[in-house]
């Protein structure tokens, strides 16, 4: 289960389709790092300055772009913060489910270069749990699942930032959206939120939303092609593909993000049904260091 920073735990399980068919489903895909969008930077400042001013009304954020300029000032305040984060992935195939849980408390610095650590487990629809432990410490990732030995590689390496759940990034996913997000406010909650109709994929493709649930749902459908599903693109539905950023409407705190998808593909007489959901929610601040064990590699930071 997003790179970007990154964001991933992949959980893998089996799942019959027609024949026995082991599906490698992939938890909370990522996007490239990259830094802080320039305009929201400069919105942040803006409203820091004005607020400083003795005789200026604070001026309150209107748009999308000026609560993400905020959010993101407020969360580089602290050295680092703690996220507990949570996922399912499943397939659905003539009623029978094949899918896994995913669960972890991520560590995450807030300095350059940002620094993060992951510890968590996967558990299997058929009730297998295994451990999963990953670091990012000078842009390159560090994974150990299970007893198995540990790997590392930089976050270019798709396998590697797929393993990587890093929260902050969706402060620049949300950015890159645009005029795509919608932004409500109720009481001490402002949501921003980014949806696609449900529609057929080649129809939708091109939306942020929809490119973030394709790179989910891309190691899972070449296994099903490996599997003998042939069904083309243009004949995915895209049922489901929503995002959304929660902040506190008065710190602009980051305190929640969630992903979902559901994807239709057909298969034989039937179609076979694929879902995901990963929700991070902060806890709070986190003032230790990210320091890589013995095993690993001897770096720290």
């Known amino acids: 289960m997003s790179g970007r920073g990154a964001g991933t735990a992949v959980l893998r399980v089996s799942l019959p389709v027609c024949l026995l068919v082991s ?6 895909a990522a996007d490239d790092t990259r830094p802080a969008d320039p305009a929201r930077r400069a919105a942040a400042e803006s ?35 703690r996220f507990a984060v949570r996922g399912s992935e499943n397939l659905v195939l003539q ?13 995450r610095t807030t300095g350059e270069p940002w620094a993060l650590h992951s510890s968590g487990s996967i558990r299997s629809s058929k009730g297998v749990t295994r451990s999963e432990a990953v670091y990012v410490v000078d842009g390159v990732g560090y994974v150990k699942e299970g007893d198995a030995g540990w790997r590392h590689g930089p976050l270019s390496d798709p396998e590697i930032a797929a393993k990587v759940e890093d929260p902050m990034a969706a402060l620049d996913t949300f950015g890159d ?3 795509a997000v919608s932004l409500t406010t109720s009481g001490p909650r402002t949501e921003l939120r980014v949806r696609t109709a449900s529609a ?27 599997a003998g599903v042939s069904a083309p693109e243009s004949a995915i539905t895209v049922e489901r593909a929503e995002e959304s950023l929660v902040l506190d409407s008065s710190t ?6 969630t992903f979902r998808c559901v994807l239709r593909i057909p298969s034989g007489t039937g179609s076979i049904r694929y879902g995901q959901e990963v929700t991070e929610r902060t806890s709070g601040p986190y003032t230790g260091a990210v320091v890589l064990p ?5 770096r720290g930071l």
Do not use: I, N
């Not at 029978?96 to 408390?105: D, Q």
């Open 95 to 107: 009623g029978r489910t094949s899918g896994a849980t995913y669960s972890a408390t991520v560590r």
């Open 294 to 298: 013995e095993g690993a590699v001897t």
């Open 177 to 179: 959206y645009g005029d």
């Open 252 to 257: 602009y705190r980051v305190l929640s993000h």
């Open 23 to 28: 599906a490698a489903l992939t938890g909370c």
């Open 200 to 226: 057929a994929l080649p129809a939708v493709r091109d939306q942020g939303v929809v490119r973030k649930a394709l790179r989910e749902f891309t190691p899972t459908l070449k296994q099903l092609r490996a």
């Open 47 to 81: 409203a820091t300055e004005t607020s400083a001013a003795p005789s200026a009304e604070p001026v309150k954020p209107t748009t999308a772009a000026d609560h993400l300029a905020l959010a993101e000032k407020v969360m580089a305040t602290q050295k680092g913060w």
